[in-house]
């Protein structure tokens, strides 16, 4: 793995002035992938993370499915623009990003739907080990499919790692089916080492699923090479698919053929359009698939995969530890809690600080265009998004925080209303 090292000069110490950052902006490689995003002016977008920006080419790809592939295509399209099997073809396209050879993933429903899929599935490919094991920071979706599928095994239960609980060598035996955790967790951007932790769930016989969502397109990712068994991941975050844009699973080759997996819907099916009674499925990674493909996601997730093409994520990777460095050290200066791992080999692409008034902090912020969020407790989240940050927005964004906390205009009362989403 690259660090912050490789970008773009040989020094390591982060930029020290907003000279320096311009110097940087100036020679960074990714800087021309920015014109490829709709980004508002004035708006300074640190939540790449939770909601991508809006590729140029998004509207292009939406406009061109609804005027002419249905709009005039109509039911033709399924066959005639091959609809049908872009489950699969934007799954390929997914597949470099995340170190997948070909014919192991596909898209579909949303992560909290594939993980439920998965677990079932591993469940049953461990017959008499019945305990699913992961973390308690993991992002709680993950939580609450893994309590609904133990509601639904009997016998089967839930053991968590993390915070003040036990470490994972110490929960693993020969009753553990599964290991499910975060690659990248979603409040402090700590990285787990896939390889290692891979290894050593194997290493007691169980099967490791990988949620990717905060590290997919912001880093190399090698799931054949650690040999995991099972990866989900959103695309609406780092890979810019568009809200709610579905997600993408991962299927390891070898398990394919003998997986049994409890969604059997039509489009898993060997036969689809046989209409039978019973359900054969399909062979390979496409009988994760269920119901019918929601196509102007699609489209707009195909052309959000296009800007990757093309784009080396050691690059991606370097870039985002340079820019985290430099709010690391800002936040430093300004006192700053650090939530996230100060080595860069251990965190993903955000960082996070606490404060006990993080809420209103970061409506401050967004009243001047800086746009982060917020996790409770109280956790301030900034995604750094390499292909459309640079780092003078990240230094300027920083003054304003500074400004912020002196003048503590955070505390206007404003600042504390709630909206639904955080
Ligand atoms: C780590 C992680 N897992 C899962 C999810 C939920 O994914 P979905 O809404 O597609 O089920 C999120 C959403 O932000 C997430 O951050």
Not at 46 to 72: C, H, K, Y
Request: negative net charge; proline residues 6%.
């Amino acid at each position: 793995m690259q660090d912050v090292a490789t970008f773009p000069t040989k020094s390591a110490a982060p930029p020290a002035s907003r000279a320096e950052c311009a110097a940087l902006d100036a020679a960074d490689p990714l800087a021309a992938i920015r014109d490829e995003f709709v980004l508002p002016e004035g708006v300074v977008y640190f939540d790449g993370n939770s909601l991508g920006a809006l590729p140029r080419r998004t509207m292009a790809g939406v406009t061109r499915m609804i005027e002419q592939e249905w709009g005039q295509g109509l039911i033709r399209s399924w066959n005639g623009v091959d609809w049908y099997p872009m489950p699969h073809t934007i799954g390929e396209r997914v597949a470099p990003l995340i170190g997948a050879a070909a014919g192991q993933t596909v898209i579909c429903d949303s992560v909290s739907v594939n993980l439920f899929k998965i677990l079932i599935s591993a469940l049953r490919m461990r017959p008499g080990r019945t305990v699913l094991v992961s973390e308690l920071d993991i992002f709680p979706t993950d939580l609450y499919i893994a309590e609904g599928v133990g509601r639904l095994v009997p016998g089967s239960g839930r053991r968590l790692i993390g915070q003040d609980g036990p470490d994972l060598e110490s929960v693993l035996g020969p009753d553990t089916a599964a290991v499910l955790l975060s690659h990248v967790d979603y409040r402090t951007g700590r990285l787990h080492d896939m390889a290692a932790i891979t290894e050593q769930v194997h290493r007691h016989g169980a099967l490791m699923i990988w949620d990717l969502c905060h590290s997919v397109g912001a880093m190399p990712i090698e799931l054949d090479a650690c040999g995991v068994d099972f990866a989900v991941g959103c695309t609406y975050k780092y890979l810019n698919g568009g809200p709610g844009s579905p997600a993408f699973l991962y299927a390891a080759s070898r398990h394919q053929d003998s997986i049994d997996q409890p969604l059997l819907g039509w489009s898993g099916h060997a036969d689809p359009f046989a209409l039978e009674p019973g359900y054969t499925p399909v062979p390979g990674v496409g009988r994760f698939l269920a119901g019918t493909p929601p196509m102007l996601s699609f489209a707009g997730l195909l052309a959000a995969l296009e800007v990757f093409e093309g784009i080396d994520l050691h690059q991606v990777r370097a870039k985002s530890l340079a820019l985290a460095e430099l709010v690391i050290a800002r936040g430093d200066e300004l006192g700053l809690d650090l939530a996230t791992p100060r080595e860069a080999g251990r965190r993903g692409s955000h960082v996070t600080f606490r404060h006990e008034h993080g809420y209103q902090i970061v409506q401050a912020l967004i009243e001047r265009g800086i746009i982060g969020d917020f996790r409770a407790p109280d956790h301030m989240r900034f995604g750094l998004t390499p292909l459309y940050t640079g780092f003078c927005e990240v230094w300027d964004a920083m003054d304003a925080m500074a400004e912020i906390l002196a003048s503590q205009s955070w505390r206007d009362e404003r600042f504390g209303r709630h909206g639904i989403v955080t």
